[in-house]
Every structure is written in structure tokens, then in C-alpha cells.
């Protein structure tokens, strides 16, 4: 009887150490700061259990909000918002910065251009290659963040394995021509201050009501209304003044474009030229149902996260 009873602990301990290795490890987030000729970039990081040996992906924001609030959104009992999560647990080490002007990185009196945010993401991948010991990074981008991306990935195309613009913006879309008489008021401003109730406007430019969830769209705008207390107007000006800004012929890496059924900014007639001269063979055009520009918050976000994924899990 003693036996039979070791034997069966024995079996128990075997199935409890089985079973606790198939249990997700927590993801984790970690701050970081760059700090280079004279500007602190704060950077965000979540990551799954240990970060050795994983691809790094590293994620540009909007000329909105910063990298944590625009990709690591928490909502009660709803975590599937937010994408660096779900992207941690796909088995990457997820950064997104805050470039200067934004969230909680320097914030320059005379604000912010496209061409220095480059700069921004050019050294915060510089920061990452070191911090991780590894070769060239995933890329992904949002809107804004798809010009001084973009910018990036044909100047340091080294330094990129894949890239993903999801709602870039074009020279003729409605939200640009919307944009367009501000055009002074953005020079004589380089910050502004946006009240909560102003950050859920953008969830519904033509796209339905019923593509957002009220609590996901009020999480949101507390969110981003609590960070960014000044909010650059920079990447406004010259989103009116000098697109188009990436010349898609420079892009030489597997590239996606991705955007939502009813973004105000990305659509087929206007994105379609430029996803035709991507020299890469491998590129992939798509379009997400049930989803406008804030298309990672919307009932679409699901089928946008596992297609991202899939795009940087594929072998070329």
C-alpha cells in the first residue's frame, strides 16, 4: 500500500509540473528611456515571461497619442484591446516609444516635425538592437506613424525585417481635406489641449455607432486626455502641407498595408497605387471589416490582430 501511494504521488507531482508548464507566463511591462541631443523618448514595453531569443516588433503611433495609451489600452474585464498584449503573447518582445512632443518625452517649445520623430524611432530601434542583442525588427505603424515610419524604413531599411502600415494616410483623403483650414492655426500653435470629451470624435468619422464599444471609446479618451496634457499640432501641419511624405518605391522590405472598412484616412482608391510600387514581392494588402481609423479599439480589432500577426509569423 505505501508503494501504490509513492507511485501516485509521484504521478501527481508529474501532472501537476506537465500542466503549470502549459499556463501562459505573465506578460509583463517595462519602462525605458533614450535619452540623445538633449531629448528623453520614453518607451513602453511588454514582453511574455523571459525576452531572450524572441523577435522584437516595435510599434509607431499617431500624431495623437503616445505609444502606451494608443497600443496598450486596459479595459475592465475587456483585456483584448489592447495589441501589445495580445502581440506579447504571439511571442514577441513589443515596444512602442512616445516620440518627442508626445506622452511623457520631452515636449520641445517649438514642437514637433515628421522628420525628427524619424529620428526618434531611428534611435529607439538603435536602443532596442543593443538592449536585445538582436538583428533587424518588426515594424508597425499607425497613421501618422505610417509617415515617419515610413521614413525610417527607407532610410534604415537594415534595420526592418517586416513592416506593417495600418491606416496610413493619404494626400486625398477626407480627413486631410478636413484637416486643411487649420493649416495657420497649427503654426501659430505647436501644442493644444484636448479635452476628454474631444477624443471620441475620432471613433465615429464615418464609421457606424455600433463599431465602437461606449465603454472602450470612454476608456480610451480618459486615458488619453490624463497623458497628453499638450498635444502636438506638428504632424497636423505637415500632414496638410508636404504629403505625400514615403515614397513607396523605397521601401524595399515585405510590407503590409492594412486599414479599416470605414477609415477616414486609408482607402482603396488612394492606397492602391502606393501598394502597387512596393518593390517586395511579398506584401500583402488588407482590408478589415467592422473597423474605421481606430480600428485596433473596434469590433474589427480581433481579425486585425491575428492578421498582423500572421503577416509577421509567415516565412517570407
Request: contains cysteine; glycine residues 6%.
Amino acid at each position: 500500500m505505501l508503494k501504490t501511494c509513492s507511485l501516485c504521488s509521484l504521478i501527481a507531482i508529474i501532472f501537476l509540473l506537465s500542466t503549470s508548464s502549459l499556463v501562459s507566463a505573465e506578460v509583463l511591462g517595462t519602462e525605458h528611456w533614450v535619452k540623445k541631443d538633449g531629448v528623453d523618448i520614453y518607451i513602453w514595453e511588454k514582453c511574455e515571461g523571459q525576452s531572450v531569443g524572441k523577435p522584437v516588433l516595435i510599434l509607431a503611433h499617431g500624431s495623437a497619442t503616445a505609444g502606451r495609451e494608443s497600443f496598450d489600452l486596459q479595459v475592465p474585464k475587456k483585456p483584448s484591446y489592447s495589441l501589445m498584449d495580445f502581440l506579447a503573447r504571439q511571442g514577441f518582445d513589443v515596444f512602442a516609444p512616445d516620440v518627442r512632443g508626445f506622452g511623457r518625452s520631452t515636449h520641445p517649445d517649438g514642437g514637433v516635425t515628421t522628420a525628427q520623430a524619424s529620428e526618434d524611432l531611428n534611435n529607439t530601434v538603435d536602443y532596442v538592437l543593443k538592449l536585445r542583442k538582436a538583428g533587424p525588427t518588426e515594424k508597425m505603424a499607425w497613421s501618422w506613424g505610417t509617415q515617419y515610419a515610413g521614413l525610417f524604413v527607407m532610410f534604415h531599411p537594415d534595420k526592418v525585417a517586416k513592416y506593417v502600415s495600418y491606416a496610413q494616410m493619404h494626400i486625398n483623403s477626407p480627413d486631410i481635406a478636413r484637416r486643411k483650414p487649420k493649416i495657420q492655426f497649427f503654426k501659430n500653435n505647436p501644442y493644444i489641449k484636448i479635452p476628454e470629451s474631444d477624443w471620441k470624435p475620432r471613433f465615429y468619422s464615418m464609421t457606424p455607432a455600433s463599431v465602437s464599444d461606449p465603454q472602450v471609446v470612454n476608456a480610451f479618451a480618459k486615458t488619453a486626455a490624463q497623458v497628453e496634457t499638450r498635444t502636438a499640432t506638428g504632424p497636423q501641419l505637415d500632414l496638410c502641407t508636404i504629403l505625400p511624405i514615403v515614397n513607396p518605391k523605397l521601401i524595399p522590405v515585405p510590407t503590409m498595408i492594412i486599414h479599416g472598412q470605414y477609415d477616414d484616412v486609408a482607402d482603396l482608391k488612394g492606397l492602391l497605387p502606393f501598394f502597387a510600387q512596393l518593390p517586395n514581392p511579398y506584401k500583402r494588402y488588407v482590408v478589415v471589416p467592422d473597423a474605421g481609423h481606430m480600428m485596433m479599439f473596434q469590433k474589427g480589432h480581433v481579425l486585425f490582430q491575428h492578421e498582423v500577426a500572421s503577416f509577421f509569423k509567415n516565412p517570407e
